[in-house]
């Protein structure tokens, strides 16, 4: 099977068919009957409705004329099949996507498509995906150049669970990233009730609240980047787990970085809800906290099998930076830390009889920020983004040194 997936027309073969299962898909989205008060139509019948001005039979008409455009990408891919050329392969998958996410958008903006429609699109999200894995297998059969040392090293990592293991680690770092679908950017309390902003319920269920809807979409278009990319970086562990560990890096930084956004975000709209009177909470920063931990476990990881110079230098060992710095960097955070048990707020006003007094801690502000008036909020929301700085370079420091990074001595400085 290996083989086969060497050959270029077995995964010409492979892509086309792939594709023309995503285009039967979506034909079968665009005939599904629509949700109320479209329930009789379907987006063919829609577009046929144009002359009525409606919005939604004019964007049903857009859709209906891209999707009889996708019939010429399948023939163009038929073209690069036959001729051992990979550039109508990646119009097809770059036009897939597109539409499908067009129709994302569609759910997203309307909420008039059924449930059984998301899961056709789903289905297409993950078959393009393969389609473009194949792609890159088929990229790498139809290039003849090699690099000996380079195989030499692939041969020896091919021996070891390192690549394997980093795999696992990688799946697990996008299973995080998914969280923040469904963990809450901010719960409120209103009327007794309890309302949960979760951003896929703009895709299920057309939540209509225009921050949930524009960071939903933000967040679709990492999502879209983060799965190209996961699949190309899936693709090197066959062929290529020297490019596979390198890629790796890259793709739980990003994640990391979009885990830190998510929280921000949901802080963000916390501290601008409690402004205006609203009982907010938020837990956004469950997925962050996650890939900390898990960055560790990554360091350890690394340092512990020395990938970076495993990768580089073959089986050379080396060992692990001086300690000071790093414990350094850790009594200084100790100090920022600590310095929310000083009074950041502190009033005392005497006129006549009148006495009053306000002597508040960060820890405090903190604490009590959800009850305190709009000033006070503002000082908290400084102070938690002291904490992120603090918290962020802290972890970055720590798992530098267990990760054995060549670079340590640069981040301890960053870092301080």
């Known amino acids: 099977m290996k083989s086969l997936f060497k050959k270029p027309w077995f995964t010409g073969t492979l892509i086309l068919s792939l594709m023309v299962i995503v285009l039967l898909l979506n034909l079968w989205v665009m005939s599904l009957k629509l949700q109320f008060p479209y329930d009789d139509d379907t987006l063919l019948v829609l577009a046929k409705d144009i002359s009525s001005g409606n919005f939604i039979s004019i964007y049903s008409f857009i859709l209906m004329i891209a999707f ?13 099949a036959f001729r051992k050329k990979n550039w109508g392969f990646i119009v097809t998958i770059l036009y897939f996507i597109l539409f499908d996410s067009a129709l994302i958008v569609f759910q997203s903006s309307f909420g008039y ?41 692939n041969q020896k990592l091919s021996h070891t669970k390192i ?23 901010y719960s409120e309390v209103i009327s007794g009730l309890t309302y949960y902003a979760i951003i896929i319920n703009v895709l299920l269920y057309g939540n209509t609240e225009l921050a949930l809807i524009i960071y939903f979409f933000a967040n ?28 790796s890096k890259t793709l739980i930084s990003f994640i990391f970085s979009v885990t830190i956004a998510f929280f921000l975000m949901g802080l963000t709209l916390d501290i601008i809800y409690s402004l205006r009177g609203d009982n907010v909470q938020t837990i956004s920063y469950i997925p962050m906290l996650l890939m900390c931990i898990f960055i560790f476990i990554y360091a350890i990881f690394k340092g512990k099998y020395g990938i970076n110079n495993h990768v580089v230098y073959g089986e050379k060992k080396t060992k692990y930076a001086k300690v000071e710095p790093l414990v350094y960097v850790l009594l200084i955070s100790v100090v920022s830390v600590l310095t929310l048990l000083l009074p950041i ?3 005392n006003i005497t006129s006549g009889s009148y006495d009053y007094f306000i002597d508040l801690t960060g820890f405090e502000i903190l604490r009590d920020y959800a009850i305190l008036d709009p ?6 929301f400084m102070l938690v983004v002291m ?21 340590f001595s640069s981040i301890v400085k960053l870092a301080a």
Request: with cysteine; aromatic share 16%.
């Open 68 to 80: 009889y455009g996708s019939i010429v990408t399948i023939i163009l891919s038929g073209f690069s």
């Open 113 to 153: 498509l059924p449930l059984m429609s998301i899961v056709l699109i789903v289905l297409a999200f993950i078959f393009t995906v393969i389609a473009f894995v194949i792609l890159i297998f088929r990229s790498r059969s139809l290039s003849v150049i090699t690099d000996r040392q380079k195989e030499e090293r």
């Open 163 to 185: 690549p394997f293991t980093i795999l696992i680690l990688d799946l697990i770092a996008v299973l995080i990233f998914l969280s923040t679908f469904f963990i809450p950017l």
């Open 220 to 247: 679709f278009m990492v999502f879209l980047s983060l799965v190209l990319y996961s699949a190309s970086c899936l693709s090197y562990f066959f062929f290529d787990k020297e490019k596979f560990i390198e890629k």
């Open 345 to 347: 707020i502190k009033i």
């Open 375 to 380: 000033g006070y909020r503002m000082v908290a």
């Open 387 to 407: 904490l992120i700085s603090v918290g962020i370079v802290l972890v970055i420091s720590i798992s530098s040194y267990l990760s054995k990074y060549k670079q």
